[in-house]
């Protein structure tokens, strides 16, 4: 019985890489919408698909989650007769269900990753009005949006953001930085002038595909 989860197990932590990618491609076609000045509907509908995989996501993690807790209680507890592990992983998969909420994808990072990217390409692409309709999430204003890496003082070529305090900095500035002062046991401070983020690590670096885009076009006009 452990076997057969244990394989079950498995498949679904298969199924999380499919998931991820498919995140990914809806993030990339979402943008090209947006980029190329598309319906407005047709970018809605990709923010419908990304919230899909989101929710996708959750269940998945939730029967990864329900399967690991079963196997364990069993181990723990070790019953003179093994009880019915379908049912049991079932019973704390629906618990877990019954708790879900709209909040959980402020956890999903792919999500907030496109959330965030969108965002900034409506900001560039888009009128006034639609911006005011887009969400406040994860809000970065417009004076944020520099080309110009603070480290450097170029225009960046493979911009990566700061989740923490939504900065943007060439990547590999800001890497060499971060790996400088790690072997003097330092922490490092954002590079944007006026931030207080004293402490930016490789963990909250993420690709700034909106901000490279515009860059980009810059270059090509």
Not at 99 to 116: G, H, T, V
């Amino acid at each position: 019985s452990f076997n057969a989860i244990d394989s079950a197990l498995s498949s679904l932590k298969n199924c999380q890489s499919y998931i991820n990618s498919g995140m990914d491609v809806a993030t990339q076609v979402a943008l090209d919408l947006v980029q190329s000045f598309n319906d407005e509907e047709d970018v809605n509908n990709m923010e419908n698909v990304m919230l899909e995989y989101a929710t996708m996501d959750r269940e998945l993690n939730h029967y990864i989650e329900a399967l690991e807790e079963t196997i364990n209680q069993v181990k723990r507890e070790k019953p003179e007769n093994l009880p019915d592990l379908e049912n049991l992983a079932q019973e704390k998969f629906l618990e877990m269900e019954s708790k879900n909420s709209d909040s959980d994808f402020q956890r999903n990072e792919k999500y907030m990753y496109f959330k965030d990217q969108l965002k900034e390409m409506k900001k560039q692409y888009l009128d006034s009005d639609t911006i005011e309709q887009i969400d406040d999430d994860i809000a970065v204003t417009r004076s944020q949006m520099n080309f110009i890496c603070p480290i450097t003082q170029v225009r960046m070529k493979r911009p990566v953001r700061n989740k923490v305090c939504g900065h943007s900095y060439e990547e590999d500035a800001i890497r060499e930085m971060i790996e400088t002062q790690k072997q003097k046991k330092k922490q490092v401070r954002c590079p944007k002038m006026g931030c207080s983020h004293f402490d930016v690590k490789g963990s909250d670096l993420v690709p700034d595909e909106a901000l490279k885009r515009m860059i980009d076009s810059q270059i090509k006009q």
